[in-house]
Structure formats: structure tokens, C-alpha cells
């Protein structure tokens, strides 16, 4: 078998926000927030569903699947490859707006409906060593949580570094597929959950569309460009830093501590300055 990188934008929403196979989000969201008994989330409708790009290749601000269950609360599960400036006030307006957005003018409130938040990031955000984490808005003192309505969890995906024999629950295989998918050939065993095994079914690319196959593709060109142009920026912004630091008499291993340039490059910098 030939899995997908879960973390490419069109493997993501083709797996997740597929509407023919809702199982797997449903598996997915019962899992993470820990939902059980009467509390399980049994039927979802996905707001945005998984669609080819107009135009190949086409990439959306944001990479999201959004889902509302029969009680009307949504849920939005978002992957984020790389950290940006101002993620975290970006992750709660965007929550915000979103449950905001249910409401047409002159309705009342109180027909609000919870917004959940899933971020799955390939990056540490959070000071807490733990791979997933909830967030809710608590009264300091009490711990009260009377404000219910906005929740948000985040996976944090390289805090996560279990093998597939020390997997125990759900949540813990879940993760695993969605950070190791790429580097597998086959589906692991014992795998008990119908959303979960019908996820490692879609994630192999053997059985896409060629037009699937060819914009996942470009997505991971497309990605690759991002990252180069990043990489660029930063290194860019570490010459500055190299040439002020060289004209205020610094050394090289200083500058090199400072910059993370090597000596050969604070070197060819010297002699253009």
C-alpha cells in the first residue's frame, strides 16, 4: 500500500471531510474529546466538503474540515504544517467568528450552539509536554465553567513519539495515522474502530483518481516552495543581523551563535562589507 502525508492539505480533506465516509471524523472527534455513552457523536453533517481545487493546486488560507452534529454544535478539526505569527489569536477569532456566524441579524442567542476547535499541529505551541491538550474558559479562582460555548484542543503532533506496539486507545492510533501514514505499507493490526480503519482505506493512494493523485502532488511541491521561500526569508534576515553584528566588531563565533550562519558564510559577508 502507498499512503498519503495526512498533513497534505488535499489527503487532508479528502479523508476527512469526505461525506460518503463521515465515519472516520465521527471516530475522530469521539476519540479526542474523549466523547462516550450518551455523549457520542453518532451523525455529523461536513459544512465544507472535500472538492478538488477549481484550480489545481489551489490552496485555501485556511486548512480546515467543518462539521455540525445533531445538537447543532460545530466542529472544526484544522491542520497547520508550519507555526505563523499570530496563530493563536488567529485560532480564536477565527472560533469566534465561526460560532458568531450561526446567527443571522436580529436572532436571539440563546439558539447559539457550541463551536469545538481541533487543531492538529505539526509544531510545539504549548509549554505542556503532553501531545493533546483542551482549553476551556474557567473562572480563575472557582475553576467554574459557566462559559461553554467555545472549547479548543490541540495535538500537538511532534510531542507525540509512540511507537505502533506502545499504542493503547483510539486517541493514541488516531495520532499515529495522522503523523506516520506517509512512512507505512500496510494497515496495522488490531485495529477495532470502523472510522479509523476506513481512514488507512482512503489515505491509500493506489485507489485515488488521477486527478486526486495529480493535485496532491502539486500540493507537495506547492509546500516544498513554501518552505524554501521561508528559509530564504529567515536567511535574509540573519545576514542583516550578521552585518550590523560585523560592523559593531563582533566576533565570528558570536555572530555564528547569534545568527545560526556558518563561519564560511560570516566570512564572505566580511569581505562584501
Same mark, same amino acid.
Given at each position: 500500500?502507498?499512503?498519503?502525508?495526512?498533513?497534505?492539505?488535499?489527503?487532508?480533506?479528502? /479523508?476527512?471531510?469526505?461525506?460518503?465516509?463521515? *465515519?472516520?471524523?465521527?471516530?475522530?472527534?469521539?476519540?479526542? %474529546?474523549?466523547?462516550?455513552?450518551?455523549?457520542?457523536?453518532?451523525?455529523?453533517? $461536513?459544512?465544507? =466538503?472535500? #472538492? %478538488? =481545487?477549481?484550480?489545481?493546486?489551489?490552496?485555501?488560507?485556511?486548512?480546515?474540515?467543518?462539521?455540525?452534529?445533531?445538537?447543532?454544535?460545530?466542529?472544526?478539526?484544522?491542520?497547520?504544517?508550519?507555526?505563523?505569527?499570530?496563530?493563536?489569536?488567529?485560532?480564536?477569532?477565527?472560533? +469566534?467568528?465561526?460560532?458568531?456566524?450561526?446567527?443571522?441579524?436580529?436572532?436571539?442567542?440563546?439558539?447559539?450552539?457550541?463551536? /469545538?476547535?481541533?487543531?492538529?499541529?505539526?509544531?510545539?505551541?504549548?509549554?505542556? !509536554?503532553? @501531545?493533546?491538550?483542551?482549553? %476551556?474558559?474557567?473562572?480563575?479562582?472557582?475553576?467554574?465553567?459557566?462559559?461553554?460555548?467555545? *472549547?479548543?484542543?490541540?495535538?500537538?503532533? =511532534?510531542?507525540?513519539?509512540?511507537?505502533?506496539?506502545?499504542?493503547?486507545?483510539?486517541?493514541?492510533?488516531?495520532?499515529?495515522? $495522522?503523523?506516520?501514514? &506517509?512512512?507505512?505499507?500496510?494497515? =496495522?493490526?488490531?485495529?477495532?474502530?470502523?472510522?479509523?480503519?476506513? +481512514?488507512?482505506?482512503?489515505?491509500?493512494?493506489?485507489?485515488?483518481?488521477?486527478?486526486?493523485? &495529480? +493535485? @496532491?502532488? @502539486?500540493?507537495?511541491?506547492?509546500?516544498?516552495?513554501?518552505?524554501?521561500?521561508?528559509?530564504?526569508?529567515?536567511?535574509? !534576515?540573519?545576514? !542583516?543581523?550578521?552585518?550590523?553584528? $560585523?560592523?559593531?566588531?563582533?566576533?565570528?563565533?558570536?555572530?555564528? &551563535?547569534?545568527? *545560526?550562519?556558518? $563561519? *564560511?558564510?560570516?566570512? #564572505? %559577508?566580511?569581505?562584501?562589507?
Amino acid at each position: 500500500m502507498l499512503f498519503a502525508d495526512i498533513k497534505n492539505d488535499i489527503a487532508f480533506r479528502k /479523508i476527512f471531510g469526505n461525506e460518503n465516509k463521515t *465515519e472516520i471524523l465521527i471516530s475522530f472527534l469521539n476519540s479526542v %474529546l474523549k466523547l462516550e455513552g450518551n455523549k457520542k457523536i453518532t451523525w455529523v453533517a $461536513i459544512l465544507n =466538503p472535500y #472538492q %478538488l =481545487p477549481i484550480v489545481l493546486g489551489a490552496k485555501s488560507t485556511i486548512l480546515d474540515v467543518k462539521a455540525k452534529d445533531k445538537t447543532g454544535k460545530e466542529y472544526i478539526v484544522e491542520m497547520q504544517v508550519t507555526e505563523r505569527i499570530g496563530f493563536a489569536k488567529r485560532v480564536m477569532y477565527y472560533s +469566534a467568528k465561526s460560532y458568531a456566524a450561526q446567527l443571522d441579524a436580529g436572532n436571539n442567542y440563546y439558539k447559539l450552539k457550541p463551536t /469545538i476547535f481541533i487543531g492538529i499541529l505539526n509544531f510545539a505551541f504549548l509549554e505542556t !509536554k503532553d @501531545y493533546l491538550s483542551r482549553h %476551556l474558559i474557567l473562572d480563575v479562582e472557582t475553576k467554574e465553567h459557566k462559559l461553554k460555548d467555545l *472549547e479548543f484542543n490541540f495535538i500537538e503532533l =511532534p510531542k507525540f513519539d509512540k511507537t505502533e506496539e506502545e499504542l493503547q486507545n483510539l486517541v493514541e492510533k488516531w495520532v499515529y495515522f $495522522i503523523k506516520n501514514a &506517509e512512512s507505512l505499507t500496510v494497515i =496495522p493490526p488490531n485495529l477495532d474502530d470502523e472510522g479509523l480503519a476506513t +481512514a488507512y482505506k482512503e489515505a491509500n493512494r493506489h485507489g485515488w483518481t488521477k486527478e486526486d493523485l &495529480e +493535485a @496532491y502532488q @502539486y500540493a507537495q511541491l506547492r509546500e516544498m516552495d513554501d518552505v524554501a521561500r521561508e528559509m530564504l526569508v529567515e536567511e535574509k !534576515k540573519a545576514k !542583516k543581523i550578521a552585518t550590523n553584528a $560585523i560592523q559593531k566588531g563582533l566576533d565570528n563565533k558570536t555572530i555564528a &551563535e547569534l545568527t *545560526e550562519l556558518s $563561519i *564560511e558564510q560570516i566570512e #564572505q %559577508l566580511r569581505n562584501t562589507t
